[in-house]
């Protein structure tokens, strides 16, 4: 249950001048204890906040990658983790992108796999992610715990932006990675208080209410993505609907770049908006982000949870524009 905010960033020793559970906040606080043993229970393991999904990608990284190692990214996934990769290629991280599907390249010392993938909703092949003998992180904020629960399929790390579906709202900015090893979480706790990566006591509040209703959440927008999905490969203007069988997030592609900015544009339930995962149904053409790594055409529906009737109509009438 959602308890008291307790913003303080430090708190007196004991009587006899040692410090108790919290003494500064960059160690730890008790809204990010609270959240993090309610999100350790749902995955099934030791469950660390971070300030945002990329902040705990980085933490995850600096402690797991060694120096000069080589990162196996899933090609197709969420564009921003190569394109860190990428910025931290002066320090010496070598990233190559495979297909998630196969087996992870040989030379690979971290492998990050997506399940399922931004915006192309592949699955990993998790047995042979699992066979390589480099340690594996699994990306599963589309897939939210509820659906996929990768420390049990043998990962190492299980990862989610809780900026989307686990807070849910669209107001808060946070990450976790949760392991089930005792000595990669204290080397992950310290890399986090060493560089300073923790969420606020506001932020770990708002995610530990969001989760109250995740359940219901995510049931309510799986049944409609599922239909809405169902109906958009039916549809005449849409070239190729994709669906992975779980998760609220559908992806489709429309004849071509122009296309998909007039059906972007077009509707008015359906907010044309980044993110995903969030409670109002959204809608953007990738490309405008990601350039040629995926398709001109390609439009992400995030489905929130309004009545599928209500956003089927808006789609049908924006597609009438495509
Ligand atoms: N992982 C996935 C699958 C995402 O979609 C995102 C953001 O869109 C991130 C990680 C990064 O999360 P954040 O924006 O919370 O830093």
Not at 217 to 232: G, N
Request: proline share 6%.
């Amino acid at each position: 249950m959602t308890g008291s905010l307790d913003r303080s960033a430090t708190w007196p020793y004991d009587e006899a001048g040692e410090p108790g559970a919290f003494s500064y906040v960059r160690a730890e606080h008790p809204n990010q204890v609270a959240v993090e043993e309610e999100l350790g229970r749902l995955e099934g393991g030791r469950a660390l906040l971070y300030p945002a999904g990329m902040g705990a990608v980085t933490g995850v990284v600096l402690t797991m990658l060694p120096p000069g190692g080589t990162i196996a990214v899933a090609a197709g996934a969420y564009y921003g983790h190569k394109q860190l990769f990428d910025h931290l290629a002066p320090w010496g991280i070598d990233a190559v992108e495979y297909d998630q599907t196969d087996p992870p390249p040989e030379r690979a010392d971290l492998i990050l796999v997506e399940a399922p993938s931004n915006p192309l909703l592949t699955m990993p092949d998790f047995e042979a992610a699992v066979a390589h003998a480099a340690p594996v992180v699994c990306d599963a904020t589309l897939a939210s715990p509820l659906r996929v629960r990768p420390l049990e399929l043998g990962c190492d790390v299980a990862l989610h932006s809780a900026t989307k579906v686990l807070g849910g709202h669209d107001d808060l900015l946070a990450g976790v990675a949760t392991v089930s090893d005792d000595d990669l979480y204290e080397r992950l706790h310290l890399t986090r208080r060493l560089t300073g990566l923790v969420a606020s006591a506001d932020t770990a509040w708002l995610l530990e209410r969001g989760l109250q209703t995740l359940a219901v959440r995510f049931d309510r927008m799986e049944a409609t993505a599922r239909e809405l999905a169902a109906r958009l490969d039916a549809h005449p203007a849409v070239t190729v609907a994709r669906y992975p069988g779980l998760g609220f997030l559908v992806s489709f592609d429309v004849a071509d770049g122009a296309a998909a900015r007039r059906v972007e544009t077009a509707t008015a339930v359906i907010e044309n908006a980044t993110s995903l995962g969030g409670t109002r149904t959204k809608l953007e053409s990738r490309n405008r982000w990601e350039g040629e790594r995926c398709p001109e055409g390609l439009l992400r529906l995030s489905v929130g949870l309004e009545d599928v009737e209500v956003l089927w109509g808006d789609l049908e009438r924006a597609l009438d524009r495509a």
